[in-house]
């Protein structure tokens, strides 16, 4: 009860909704992996909008930017970390900090976890960078894998977003793909990869007759 009233408290309110939402997401994000038909998220133009913003904005918001690897770890994983991290250091602090829920204090506490969170967040995402470069090798260079033959792992891909896999000497390389204008093809169905579509943010894929 001490949790949840410190979680409700003015201090923490708006972490515990952002925290709330970002479970939400991830729930839907869960459900989407299930059926990646059943959510249509262009994660291109997120990474667009960002890289605009960040031209825009200049030096230091560029400097902060790279300082916590936005570019190289997912935004959505950055900002669960950060928010995790803030609503633990808000709740742990305004209750052992400021147990009065005195205003000067309970500023202390706020600007003291926003700034230990961003650490939190530079630290988690230094090993990830590593991980996601290594497992993102193949999809950041789209000349690796246009032109070779892949085979359709989802109930069907369309224009609508589907996916399919390579087989590598390695582990198989699974692709995020959309067929070419008119063509629809079924999970086992044979493609060749024709190009990376950046708008859409997926491989261009189209039927391959394998007999011919």
């Known amino acids: 009860m001490e949790l949840l009233r410190e979680a409700l408290s003015p201090w923490n309110v708006l972490?515990?909704?952002?925290?709330?939402?970002l479970a939400g997401y991830w729930v839907l994000v869960i459900l989407g992996a299930l059926n990646v038909e059943a959510i249509d998220v262009d994660a291109g133009d997120a990474d667009a909008d960002?890289?605009?913003?960040?031209?825009?904005?200049?030096?230091p918001?560029?400097?902060?930017?790279a300082w916590l690897f936005i570019?190289?770890?997912?935004?959505?994983v950055l900002a669960s970390i950060w928010v995790l991290s803030?609503?633990?250091?808000g709740v742990l602090g305004q209750h052992y900090f400021n147990p009065t829920r005195a205003i000067v204090p309970g500023l202390g506490v706020l600007a003291g976890?926003?700034?230990?969170?961003l650490l939190v967040v530079r630290v988690a995402a230094r090993p990830?960078?590593?991980a996601y470069a290594l497992l993102n090798k193949d999809y950041n260079n789209p000349g690796q894998v246009v032109g070779r033959i892949c085979v359709v792992t989802t109930s069907t891909v369309s224009e609508r977003l589907?996916?399919?896999?390579?087989?590598?000497?390695?582990?198989?390389?699974?692709?995020n793909v959309v067929a070419e204008a008119g063509q629809v093809l079924r999970k086992g169905d044979e493609a060749v990869v024709v190009t990376w579509d950046e708008g859409k943010g997926a491989y261009i894929i189209a039927p391959v007759d394998l007999e011919a």
């Open 50 to 59: 960002l890289g605009a913003d960040g031209e825009a904005a200049g030096g």
């Open 128 to 130: 990830l960078r590593r």
């Open 86 to 89: 803030l609503w633990t250091l």
């Open 113 to 117: 976890s926003l700034f230990v969170s």
């Open 71 to 76: 570019g190289e770890v997912p935004v959505m």
């Open 162 to 175: 589907g996916q399919a896999q390579v087989t590598t000497a390695g582990a198989p390389i699974l692709l």
């Open 15 to 21: 972490f515990t909704a952002l925290l709330a939402a």
């Open 61 to 65: 918001l560029r400097a902060l930017l």
